[in-house]
Every structure is written in structure tokens, then in C-alpha cells.
């Protein structure tokens, strides 16, 4: 595999050279779109409108809108200053029990590799973590761009989860038949639950397969 970015962990006292690693990989099938005349691949060019013609790079700018049809106009400088400064750190921030934070939060596996003069620093973190049963909250600038982050015990090294804000996360309560719920009887409730118990196992990823 290779590194996405080298940085460190930074944990009270402690800086920890590591290696950053993608954790998944996708195994999705892409497609062309091609002309079914003569399977040339369709080319997609960038118009203005208005002015019903083709547009250059140079002639783009990037503008955010406001209200309809108002735009702020946002130049490479006006980026460049308010971009997160790019540290090369994991920054620790808590330790929680990763029972605490819903799936919903997680977007991203990376696998962290120590290098070679972080070897001892590492595995006395990961077994610290081991030993207190807990994962850290972490944050972290990946491609210019803030993460918060969960770095947990994953097998025999350690994993960072980039995570979604709070503020991301939607609420299921907007869905109108969700927040309407029945009545159930006890019967019911009962062969349902008979249900569960009869389809429960270990969890083997193995065995699920995309056909």
C-alpha cells in the first residue's frame, strides 16, 4: 500500500511518527458513457447559458449563493486564508467508549502505520487504549481540509475513522411516518422477537458477498 500523507499523533507528551494508509478500497464497476454510433466516449464541455457559448477555465470563477440569483464570488486568495493551517498532527482531544458515538458519525477507514522511530510510542498507546477499553477523539487537516476523527484499536494496530459534526447528522425525526408510531400488541412484538432470535449469529463479513 502507499502512504496518503505522513504526520504525527500528538498525545499529551507523546508525538508519534505515523504513516497514513487508505483502509478500504471500492470494487464498484465504472462505466463510459460512449456515442453508440461510433463508441467514442462523450466529452462534456462547460457552457454559459445566457451567453450560449463554450466557457474556459480561465473565464470560470467560484461564487456562493446567498439568495437566488445573488452570488458571492470567492477568489484563490479569500481560500488561502481562511484554510485550516496544514499541520502535519493527529491532535487528541478526548477518550470516550466507542459505544458512545452511533455509526452514523463514521465516514472513512485509514489504517496508521507507526515509522520506525515511533514503534514503542504507538503500541503503548494502542495498548493504553486496550487496557482502558476506550477510543480518542481526534482532530486532523487531510487534503486541506479539517477532519474530526476517532484514532481506535483496529486488529493489531490502529485505525482512524474521519467523522462526520453533529451538525451534519440529520434528524430521522422529519420523516412523518417514522415519528407516527402504532400500536403494537404483545403477541406481535413477541413473534417478532422469535424472529430475531432465530436469524441471531456472529457476525462473519465473509460471507456476504455483492452479486
Not at 8 to 25: D, E, M
Not at 158 to 169: K, P
Not at 172 to 195: C, G, H, K, W, Y
Amino acid at each position: 500500500m502507499r502512504s496518503l500523507w505522513n504526520g504525527s499523533i500528538s498525545f499529551g507528551l507523546l508525538n508519534i511518527p505515523v504513516k497514513l494508509y487508505a483502509g478500504t478500497t471500492s470494487q464498484d464497476i465504472k462505466f463510459n458513457y460512449l456515442h453508440s454510433i461510433c463508441r467514442t466516449p462523450i466529452k462534456y464541455q462547460k457552457t454559459c447559458p445566457r451567453c450560449a457559448k463554450e466557457v474556459t477555465e480561465d473565464e470560470i470563477v467560484k461564487g456562493y449563493q446567498f439568495q437566488k440569483s445573488q452570488y458571492v464570488i470567492m477568489e484563490e486568495a479569500d481560500f488561502e486564508a481562511i484554510a485550516p493551517e496544514k499541520t502535519r498532527s493527529i491532535d487528541i482531544l478526548d477518550f470516550v467508549q466507542l459505544e458512545s458515538i452511533d455509526p452514523v458519525y463514521f465516514q472513512r477507514t485509514y489504517f496508521l502505520e507507526p515509522v520506525e522511530t515511533g514503534v514503542k510510542a504507538y503500541h503503548l498507546l494502542k495498548q493504553a487504549m486496550e487496557e482502558k477499553n476506550k477510543i480518542a477523539i481526534a482532530k486532523v487537516v487531510i487534503r486541506s481540509r479539517e477532519h474530526l476523527a476517532a484514532v481506535r484499536v483496529y486488529g493489531s494496530g490502529l485505525a482512524l475513522e474521519t467523522m462526520h459534526y453533529a451538525n451534519e447528522i440529520r434528524s430521522i425525526d422529519q420523516l412523518t411516518q417514522v415519528s407516527m408510531e402504532p400500536e403494537i400488541n404483545q403477541r406481535e412484538l413477541e413473534m417478532a422477537m422469535m424472529i430475531i432470535d432465530n436469524l441471531t449469529t456472529a457476525f462473519e463479513p465473509e460471507k456476504y458477498h455483492n452479486e
